[in-house]
């Protein structure tokens, strides 16, 4: 990227750093685009994980189209990279309008979330000069975050009040089933999926009925759109993100199998302590973040490749602290120096740590890439 310059391999790079491995990249995107072309829905996904032009590419097909974001710095990043058809995924306030206001009028279509009459309110006192605001309503079917529950009347009632306003379209409805990461194994991820999508086609039913047009329904997370149910065939998109990378938790639940993670963070022991039986490494929660403790078996952060009787026991903001699972540390495995590779818990949070990104083939280093950060 420009005249960044980086070491030729990955043995030479200062740690701790995030690799990302581009082949692992491509063949996620490439499975999701086939997948959803499969189900015949459109794919939308999520930029929040990587947060870079590049890959935002590769996850769109190089259409560079029908994306989904979580913060306007992203929106705008993407905008300015030349996408187009975006969903802004957060809910607003009065002071992000003017940056609202420029997206919608910049491209020629952009999307925002409500799930209040004053959500609505903010869009009519903010009207467009030359159009209306395209608006999805949040759903919630089950997550418990954001939205309207999908089984209430809340939801047509602010469909119905987008209907009829003059600075407001109705486009769809939107949900993210968070509730799928609380997933076990396979068997959970398939539970949910198929309750999201059933959830959200009952309030889309229930919208036909009354009357309303509804040209999106979309569900989406990366569980259940790695493993899809039926019920999804029938909805119109799916909007999942972390599956550009995926991560330990991804590949503990079933999501993806331990081959298929793409991000990993490299770094190296500094201190050997055969008095308490641990290792230091220079990857603190600056580098991995806090996300997973206690999420993983065994008290692991996250999982560490190749040594699976090792485990991230604590972290300082710059320092980690590695003890065998079980037995004594065979320290002269584990010289001063050695390279180590860190699978993180949950590939979104580690990544938003890192202001670029080692991009490897194999062994070696064939770019930077920089995300965007801040809101």
Same mark, same amino acid.
């Given at each position: 990227?420009?005249?960044?310059?980086?070491?030729? &391999?990955?043995?030479?790079?200062? *740690?701790? @750093?995030? =690799?990302?491995?581009?082949?692992?990249v491509?063949?996620? !995107?490439? *499975?999701?685009?086939?997948?959803?072309?499969?189900? #015949?829905?459109?794919?939308?996904?999520?930029?929040?994980?990587?947060?870079?032009?590049?890959?935002?590419?590769?996850?769109?097909?190089?259409?560079?189209?029908?994306?989904?974001?979580?913060t306007? /710095?992203?929106?705008?990043?993407?905008?300015?990279?030349?996408?187009?058809?975006?969903?802004?995924?957060?809910?607003?306030?009065?002071?992000?309008?003017?940056?609202?206001?420029?997206?919608?009028?910049?491209? +020629? +279509?952009?999307?925002?979330?409500? %799930?209040?009459?004053? $959500?609505?309110?903010?869009?009519?006192?903010? /009207?467009?000069?030359?159009?209306?605001?395209?608006?999805?309503?949040?759903?919630?079917?089950?997550?418990?975050? !954001?939205?309207?529950?999908?089984? #209430?009347?809340?939801?047509?009632?602010?469909?119905?009040?987008?209907?009829?306003?003059?600075? @407001?379209?109705?486009?769809?409805?939107?949900?993210?089933?968070?509730?799928?990461?609380?997933?076990?194994? !396979?068997?959970?991820?398939? /539970?949910?999926s198929?309750?999201?999508?059933?959830?959200?086609?009952?309030?889309?039913?229930?919208? /036909?009925?009354?009357?309303?047009? @509804?040209k999106?329904? $979309?569900?989406?997370?990366t569980?259940?759109?790695?493993?899809?149910?039926? !019920?999804?065939?029938?909805?119109?998109?799916?909007?999942?993100?972390?599956?550009?990378?995926? %991560?330990?938790?991804?590949?503990?639940?079933?999501?993806?199998?331990?081959?298929?993670?793409?991000?990993?963070?490299?770094?190296?022991?500094?201190?050997?302590?055969?008095?308490?039986?641990?290792? =230091?490494?220079?990857?603190?929660? *600056?580098?991995?973040? =806090?996300?997973g403790?206690?999420?993983?078996?065994? #008290?692991?952060?996250?999982l560490?490749?190749?040594?699976?009787?090792?485990?991230?026991?604590?972290?300082?903001?710059?320092? $980690?602290?590695?003890?065998?699972?079980?037995?004594?540390? %065979?320290?002269?495995?584990?010289?001063?120096?050695?390279?180590?590779?860190?699978?993180?818990?949950?590939?979104?949070?580690?990544?938003?740590?890192?202001?670029?990104?080692?991009?490897?083939?194999?062994?070696?280093i064939?770019?930077?890439? &920089?995300?965007?950060?801040?809101?």
């Open positions: 990227m420009g005249d960044e310059q980086w070491p030729d &391999k990955i043995c030479d790079v200062q *740690t701790p @750093c995030l =690799l990302v491995n581009i082949k692992k491509r063949q996620n !995107a490439q *499975t999701m685009i086939d997948r959803c072309q499969s189900l #015949g829905v459109q794919l939308r996904p999520h930029m929040k994980t990587h947060k870079c032009l590049e890959i935002g590419e590769i996850a769109t097909g190089y259409t560079k189209r029908c994306i989904v974001v979580s306007l /710095k992203e929106a705008e990043l993407f905008a300015d990279g030349g996408f187009d058809d975006i969903v802004y995924g957060q809910l607003f306030t009065e002071d992000k309008m003017s940056r609202l206001g420029r997206l919608a009028s910049t491209l +020629s +279509s952009f999307h925002v979330f409500v %799930d209040s009459d004053s $959500g609505i309110q903010l869009l009519e006192d903010n /009207k467009l000069p030359d159009r209306r605001w395209s608006v999805l309503v949040k759903v919630d079917t089950g997550s418990s975050r !954001a939205g309207v529950m999908w089984d #209430g009347n809340r939801g047509l009632e602010l469909a119905r009040r987008l209907s009829s306003s003059t600075a @407001c379209s109705f486009h769809g409805i939107y949900c993210h089933e968070g509730q799928s990461y609380s997933s076990k194994d !396979a068997d959970d991820i398939d /539970k949910f198929n309750q999201a999508a059933e959830r959200i086609l009952q309030l889309a039913k229930r919208l /036909k009925e009354a009357g309303i047009e @509804c999106s329904v $979309g569900v989406g997370s569980p259940t759109a790695s493993r899809p149910s039926e !019920a999804m065939k029938h909805l119109t998109e799916l909007h999942p993100g972390n599956y550009l990378f995926y %991560d330990a938790q991804q590949y503990l639940m079933g999501s993806c199998g331990f081959d298929d993670v793409a991000a990993l963070i490299a770094t190296r022991v500094i201190g050997q302590y055969p008095h308490r039986n641990q290792l =230091l490494i220079d990857a603190g929660w *600056t580098a991995v973040s =806090l996300d403790q206690n999420g993983i078996p065994d #008290g692991k952060y996250c560490i490749v190749d040594h699976p009787n090792l485990r991230l026991v604590k972290m300082t903001q710059e320092v $980690g602290f590695l003890e065998p699972v079980k037995g004594e540390m %065979d320290y002269a495995n584990f010289p001063i120096g050695k390279l180590l590779f860190l699978m993180p818990y949950h590939s979104c949070a580690t990544a938003c740590m890192h202001d670029r990104y080692y991009i490897c083939e194999g062994d070696n064939i770019d930077v890439y &920089k995300p965007c950060r801040g809101w």
